[in-house]
């Protein structure tokens, strides 16, 4: 049976031709060197993907990387549209390359991404930022070879952001930046359309890549020496609908699972109310499978659940919640919350609150909320002041660092396993590796030990950092 949602063949072999043909173009333009690329992405993992894909393409086409768009050639923002701040950032930092291009007026200025999926922001660019000569979207990732072939010899500015079901590219190039751990995106788009959210109108209706291909897109990592795979979706939950192998997501983690190598597996983002008995036995059963669980929230509250179209309420959370806990002894969870929904009350706000406390979460991602052009909720009156919600946002906050805190000291004088990561940021000697649960402990250490996977007793439960020394002690985790 045909393969559905993949782009064709042909048509990635077209874009492989555009790509030779940029690369002659490239060549002759800058003889004595390579030309130099710069590509900033924002948002989440699932952009960071595309961004290793975007990298990928730019490579074949003879461009080097630089860390900054003073000296590119190419200067690329992979945009975020989930929430205004993330978008004020990229129409600053815009407005910035301005002067660059001055300098060099051969430069190619380009943005991609979730923004450019929305109409206002493109007419917004095409009128405000008339240098921008390339403006690609979500959908056409695959074609950045045409499309940049088109930017360099034609005299016009590029847009290219086609509304469509999406399609899913196998086989493009990948840059890979992360070291020992990888992303690998087993599904795009979202159907749930809450009601805040902007995900569904930029990214499409969800569809997933075959098993398949996810499973030799695993098997090359694992071969290149990475540790740790990190399986991407907006709802990995509702995995496989549509294709045609029929496996679901616990069925797709067995598999992963029974990989050969020396690597563990993680996942984002599952959605509670797609969150089976069947995968969190699956978790429990799967040793390569990290005992974590991103389960987002976003409100403790029934009526605020209800207008967010969550599709779940606060007891089936906690239920699950509870099921996930009793299936996966030392399951760690973690969660998104969004504070200050339209019409929401502080008395509202307080079940979320009580939620918190009542799961006892390793982290949050917390959000005071964004309106979304386009969205359900925006239509909403909107009676509390940003100034209120920063309140309660700040109460949130405060409430997790207590619960976390608690958590850490516990942590104290206990063995865990850590993938060791790299050098921890703020410098020096210390190792930093995460723990099973996602947990960032930080530990002196030789750098040959990045890559690995060691046992280290946490010796100081400090304010934001966990430290700890390496031991030949048998880890509790
Ligand atoms: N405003 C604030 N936060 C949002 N998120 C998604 N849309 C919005 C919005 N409009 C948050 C949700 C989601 C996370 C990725 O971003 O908590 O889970
Ligand atoms: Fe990711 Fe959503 Fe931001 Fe797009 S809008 S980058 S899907 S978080």
Redesign the pocket.
């Known amino acids: 049976m045909a393969k559905l949602h993949n782009v064709p063949p042909e048509e990635l072999e077209r874009q492989r031709q555009y790509a030779l043909r940029v690369r002659e173009l490239l060549a002759a333009k800058y003889p004595t060197r390579a030309p130099r690329a710069f590509v900033h992405t924002y948002g ?1 993992q699932g952009n960071v993907a595309d961004g290793e894909r975007i990298e990928g393409q730019l490579e074949e086409m003879g461009y080097e990387f630089c860390d900054s768009p003073e000296n590119a050639d190419f200067a690329l923002y992979n945009t975020c549209a ?2 205004e701040h993330a978008e004020d950032r990229v129409f600053g930092n815009v407005g910035k390359l301005k002067n660059y291009k001055q300098k060099n007026p051969d430069m190619v200025l380009a943005l991609c991404g979730c923004m450019m999926q929305q109409a206002h922001v493109r007419d917004r660019i095409y009128k405000s930022y008339p240098y921008v000569n390339l403006v690609f979207g979500t959908h056409v990732l695959h074609r950045l070879p045409e499309l940049l072939y088109e930017t360099l010899t034609g005299p016009r500015r590029v847009v290219c952001a086609p509304d469509s079901p999406g399609e899913i590219a196998e086989h493009l190039p990948v840059r890979r930046t992360g070291g020992v751990k990888a992303w690998l995106p087993i599904m795009y788009g979202c159907d749930n359309f ?1 009601s ?3 995900v569904p109108y930029v990214r499409s209706r969800e569809r997933s890549r075959e098993p398949e291909d996810v499973l030799c897109e695993a098997r090359g990592l694992i071969a290149s020496g990475c540790r740790e795979i990190t399986l991407l979706g907006q709802n990995v939950n509702s995995y496989g609908k549509g294709n045609v192998s029929g496996l679901n997501f616990a069925g797709l983690l067995r598999e992963l699972n029974a990989l050969p190598g020396d690597f563990k597996l993680r996942f984002m ?1 599952s959605h509670p109310k797609d969150c089976t008995h069947e995968l969190l036995e699956t978790i429990a059963a799967c040793d390569k499978v990290s005992k974590h669980l991103h389960l ?1 929230v ?1 409100s403790g509250n029934d009526r605020v659940l209800a207008a967010m179209n969550r599709r779940y309420t606060r007891a089936q959370y906690l239920d699950l919640v509870a099921d996930a806990k009793a299936t996966v002894p030392g399951l760690s969870l973690t969660s ?3 504070v200050g929904f339209p019409g929401e009350t502080y008395a509202e706000f307080c079940d979320t609150l009580s939620l918190v406390e009542a799961v006892g979460y390793t982290s949050l ?1 917390t ?6 052009v386009g ?1 359900a ?1 925006a239509k909403l009156p909107d009676p509390v002041s940003h100034k209120e919600k920063t309140e309660w946002f700040a109460q949130l906050t405060a409430l997790q660092e207590k619960i976390a805190a608690g958590a850490r000291a516990q942590m104290r004088g206990r063995t865990y396993t850590v993938l060791v990561e790299g050098r921890a940021k703020a410098g020096g000697a210390l190792l930093a590796g995460r723990t099973d649960g996602n947990i960032m402990l930080e530990f002196p250490g030789d750098p040959a030990l990045i890559g690995t996977y060691q046992n280290v007793r946490v010796t100081d439960a400090g304010h934001w950092t966990l430290l700890g020394e390496r031991t030949t002690d048998a880890p509790e985790r």
């Not at 959000?367 to 979304?372: C, K, L, N, T, V």
């Open positions: 989440c989930v929430r809450c805040y959210c902007v983002t987002p976003q998104d919350i969004i991602f959000f005071i909320y964004s309106p979304r969205t909720a």
